[in-house]
């Protein structure tokens, strides 16, 4: 079904974007991966086994960096069936210290980035009438915790773009959805939680991916704009 289909991947890291990125490479897609950084992407490029998958680093806070990433991906590979914004900063404190350059960095990342790749991936996906933006959300998209001001923002912020951008585009054969990842991603830096909570205290990034592209392959008569994802033993 996906085979030849281009993925792209903004924000990848070590966990739930090299996760996607996998899979999508699996499922015989093209991967185009991107991220700030060029040294960490390199490096992440080299566990992703596919026919094509290129990487670029970018960043996503940067009009003309994203709309060059764009321009890129389309003389490498073609225009996109599939791109993820995964991109996300955080910084817990408390509000009466936040610095307000920390806050508008982190709202950057977290919600005008999404906003530049989406409409980027939307232009091209609207011309070929068919193609899926997913924006990677989190538990700050649907309340506000206390010393979480500068990313409950942006992911509030974000979740709103995304039914905005799910009403006006999807008339077009264009799926946007949310994925909301209530809990903490597994990671080496948090197997203690393992320890102190049980097993299932974490979300695996290879079974969230599964939920990307389980959304990308989805008819278009059941489309889902927005899905959540937690391990049993979060509170919700």
């Known amino acids: 079904m996906n085979q030849g289909q281009i993925a792209v991947i903004v924000g990848v890291g070590p966990g739930l974007g090299l996760s996607v990125g996998k899979l ?3 499922a015989g897609m093209k991967v185009a991966l991107s991220a700030r950084t060029a040294d960490r992407l390199d490096a992440m490029k080299g566990e992703v086994s596919g026919d094509v998958v290129n990487a670029y680093p970018c960043d996503a806070t940067d009009p003309a960096a994203v709309a060059a990433l764009f321009d890129a991906i389309d003389n490498d590979l073609g225009t996109p069936d599939l791109v993820v914004y995964n991109a996300g900063g955080f910084g817990r404190t408390s509000v009466l210290d936040t610095a307000p350059e920390d806050f508008e960095r ?7 980035g999404g906003f530049l790749v989406g409409q980027q991936a939307a232009r091209r996906m609207v011309d070929k009438g068919a193609g899926t ?19 409950s923002s942006p992911k509030f912020a974000l979740r709103s773009l995304s039914q905005s951008m799910a009403r006006e585009l999807g008339p077009q054969g264009i799926h946007i959805a949310h994925v909301i990842v209530d809990g903490q991603i597994e990671s080496e ?3 203690h939680m393992v320890e102190e909570r049980g097993p299932d205290s974490l979300l695996k990034p290879d079974e969230i991916a599964d939920n990307y592209l389980y959304i990308h392959n989805q008819p278009r008569s059941a489309w889902t704009q927005e899905v959540d994802v937690r391990p049993w033993i979060e509170k919700f």
């Open 24 to 26: 999508c490479a699996a």
């Open 106 to 112: 982190y709202w950057k990342i977290g919600c005008f």
């Open 189 to 191: 830096e948090r197997m």
């Open 133 to 151: 933006i997913i924006f990677t959300g989190a538990t700050a998209a649907m309340r506000g915790g206390a010393n979480f001001s500068n990313i």
